[in-house]
């Protein structure tokens, strides 16, 4: 793993009025990886994510994206991240090659919308408005969107969260390839068999908290090393396995 930190929060807090949300977390993202944020609801995982994103304010704490200060370079940071928006955040009349087109002159880059649509397997969509599209392939619009701007990082907030194992495996494959080519993803979900799969490592947190920051195989192991075991003999494939063999682990489900 490359050693350069990327995105470095250090004691950072969220109060909203008396609430604390976020209760002093820290943690350091590497160039390159796929970083997790894992908890339950209300965790505070958005809370975080949005706060180095520049969307929220902080109560207090430390935040470097890339070297930049949060609290005086939070246009600069702007400039170098990518972040999914919500998907009701869409202009309704227009197809996803206006929608390309829009965000390139919004970000002043050039585009090329059959190439980007390519990216994640959507070319055959190019004249189809976002509402006609399915769960799983407005999320993957909505994540190519993300890349427009060349960013170095991109913040994906629970991106996979009610869609069908498949479409949920085609975002991990999107999220992989990504990566490949050299973004760093820091991305926050509750469900630990995507952690499980995607992240390089994970910070599990809980009520505000960060209880434990390491790769999933590591949480794993220190965790078999205490003498744990599962209560019962759990069998080699479950029924989402069977779901998947069954239907087959393509895109075609989706078209
Ligand atoms: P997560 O994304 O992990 O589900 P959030 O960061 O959205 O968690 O929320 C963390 C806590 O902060 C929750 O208890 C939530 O109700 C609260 N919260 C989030 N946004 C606000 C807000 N704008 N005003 C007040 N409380 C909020
Ligand atoms: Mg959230």
């Known amino acids: 793993m490359p050693a350069k930190i990327i995105i470095s929060v250090?004691?950072?807090?969220?109060?909203?009025?008396?609430?604390?949300?976020?209760?002093?977390?820290?943690?350091?993202?590497?160039?390159?990886?796929?970083?997790?944020?894992?908890?339950?609801?209300?965790?505070?995982?958005?809370?975080?994510?949005?706060?180095?994103?520049?969307l929220r304010d902080k109560t207090g704490g430390v935040v470097t994206v890339d070297g930049l200060d949060l609290d005086k370079s939070p246009g600069e940071i702007k400039?170098?991240?990518?972040?999914?928006?919500?998907?009701?955040?869409?202009?309704?009349?227009?197809?996803?090659?206006?929608?390309?087109e829009l965000f390139g002159g919004l970000y002043n880059r050039k585009v090329h919308p059959p190439e980007f649509l390519d990216m994640v397997n959507l070319r055959d969509k190019a004249k189809a408005k976002y509402k006609e599209l399915s769960g799983g392939q407005k999320q993957r619009f909505s994540i190519a969107t993300t890349l427009i701007n060349q960013p170095k990082i991109i913040f994906l907030d629970e991106p996979t969260t009610g869609l069908d194992p498949q479409a949920r495996r085609n975002l991990w494959d999107l999220i992989k390839d990504i990566r490949a080519k050299g973004t760093t993803v820091i991305i926050t979900?509750?469900?630990?068999?995507?952690?499980?799969?995607?992240?390089?490592?994970?910070?599990?947190?809980?009520?505000?908290?960060?209880?434990?920051?390491?790769?999933?195989?590591?949480?794993?192991?220190?965790?078999?090393?205490?003498?744990?075991?599962?209560?019962?003999?759990?069998?080699?494939?479950?029924?989402?396995?069977?779901?998947?063999?069954?239907?087959?682990?393509?895109?075609?489900?989706?078209?």
């Open 10 to 54: 250090k004691g950072l807090t969220k109060k909203y009025g008396d609430f604390e949300a976020v209760k002093g977390i820290s943690f350091d993202v590497m160039e390159g990886e796929i970083f997790g944020l894992l908890g339950p609801n209300g965790a505070g995982k958005s809370t975080t994510l949005e706060i180095i994103e520049t």
């Open 79 to 100: 400039k170098i991240i990518g972040v999914q928006l919500q998907t009701s955040g869409y202009y309704p009349g227009l197809n996803l090659t206006e929608l390309i």
């Open 189 to 255: 979900t509750h469900y630990m068999d995507e952690a499980e799969v995607l992240c390089d490592r994970v910070a599990i947190i809980d009520s505000g908290r960060i209880i434990a920051l390491d790769p999933p195989d590591k949480l794993i192991d220190n965790l078999v090393a205490t003498g744990f075991e599962r209560p019962k003999e759990v069998k080699k494939a479950n029924l989402e396995d069977v779901f998947i063999n069954l239907t087959g682990h393509t895109l075609r489900a989706e078209h």
